[in-house]
Structure formats: C-alpha cells, structure tokens
C-alpha cells in the first residue's frame, strides 16, 4: 500500500480566499487580486512584506476579528486533518503567509497541532514586522518544492495542494497534485497533470478508498 504524505499551502487553498491579500486590501496597503499575480518569488520578500504588511497598524484584537471575518476554511479541512492523523499521515502546511493570521484560524477550527512552515510577524506600534527563520536561506516556492522533495525521497507518495504562483515548483515534484485558481492555469500553461480542487472531499475521497481497499 501507498504511503502518503500532505504537503499544503494555506492561503486561498485551506481557505477560501487568500487572507494576506485580503488583510492588505482591507487596511488599503494592495489594490484587491492583482499583487498576487505579480509576485517575484526570486525578490527579496522582506521588500514584499515591509511594503504591503509594514504598513498596517493594528491592535491584536483587532488584527483577529478583521482575519477571522474574511477566513472560510474549505469544507472537509478538519476531516482531513484528523483523518491524517489517525492513519499516520505526514501532514503540513507550507506557507508564505504570517503566523499571526494563520495560526488565529487554526485555533477557531479546533484543529490538532499541525507542523506549519510560515512567516513570522510581530504587530507593533509602528506596523507589521516580519522574519523568516523557517526558510532564510532559501526562496518560498523552492521551499515549497524541497519539502515535497523530502517526503518523496522517504519513499512516500507525495501530495501537494496551492492556488498559485509560488506553490508551481512544489507542483512540478508532488506525485499527486491538487490545484486551484491561478495554480490550475500555469499548470494548464505548462502542461502538468493536475485535480481540480474546490474543496478536500475530493482529495478525502482519494484517501478513503485507498485505506479500505487493504484486505483484512
Ligand atoms: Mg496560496
């Protein structure tokens, strides 16, 4: 039997929407839907960050309660999770989004402890300052690529989930992909084979069947 491992993204992939993106047209700092487009995943992402989160200036309540009215995890997320709990699955989220918002929407769903590659930020009164001690040396969606990579030379079958640009390179190396929005047109662009995903039934689904298919 196969061995899975779950490598997902987490803005507009876990969640409806992107919540960076949201965040930023919110406080005004990102004109909505086009940034994301336009990202250089070879920049320098403290420039990225300093000038679209560096701005904003919020308190933490405030900061939450504007994240958690735009977050809308996908229907079956938690199932997932606990499902790759359960039967031992490697699980995780790699993401270029901060951990002040990604971990305020984890915690509302009630989710188990998942490890989560993202990047840190800290609210102070001057605005959004941001680290990258997850992956400082490395560019975000070679990371992405190279923690697909890790799995799948554990010799398991790797399963990869984005929505966009910097989620391609994890695309190319997953043995399975699940794509969406504008990840689904580079890969239709650049002809690699892909599952359309709205939400996780379809990748639970996948996951059902292939663990009761073991004879007794
Ligand atoms: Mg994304």
Redesign the pocket.
């Known amino acids: 039997m196969k061995k899975f491992a779950i490598i997902t993204?987490?803005?507009?992939?876990i969640t409806t929407r992107?919540i960076g993106n949201a965040l930023c047209t919110h406080f005004g700092t990102m004109k909505a839907g086009k940034e994301i487009k336009d990202y250089d995943t070879k920049e320098d992402p403290t420039l990225w960050f300093d000038r679209f989160f560096g701005p904003i200036k919020a308190s933490r309540e405030e900061f939450e309660s504007i994240i958690l009215s735009y977050a809308i995890v996908k229907k079956g997320f938690e199932e997932l999770v606990n499902f790759a709990r359960e039967h031992k699955i490697p699980f995780e989220i790699v993401s270029g989004g901060l951990d002040i918002y990604i971990k305020p929407i984890l915690k509302k769903h009630n989710l188990p402890p998942v490890p989560l590659y993202c990047v840190r930020g800290t609210l102070t009164p001057k605005g959004i300052k941001t680290a990258f001690p997850d992956y400082p040396e490395i560019a975000l969606d070679d990371f992405k690529a190279q923690r697909v990579k890790y799995y799948k030379d554990k010799g398991y079958t790797t399963i990869f989930l984005?929505?966009?640009l910097v989620?391609l390179e994890a695309a190319k190396q997953a043995d399975i992909l699940f794509a969406t929005a504008y990840l689904a047109e580079l890969c239709d662009r650049n002809k690699i084979p892909y599952k359309e995903f709205k939400d996780f039934t379809k990748l639970l689904k996948m996951l059902k069947e292939s663990y009761v298919s073991l004879p007794a």
Do not use: A, N, Q
Request: no cysteine; aromatic share 10%; proline share 0%.
């Open positions: 993204d987490f803005d507009g992939t992107d984005g929505d966009g989620d």
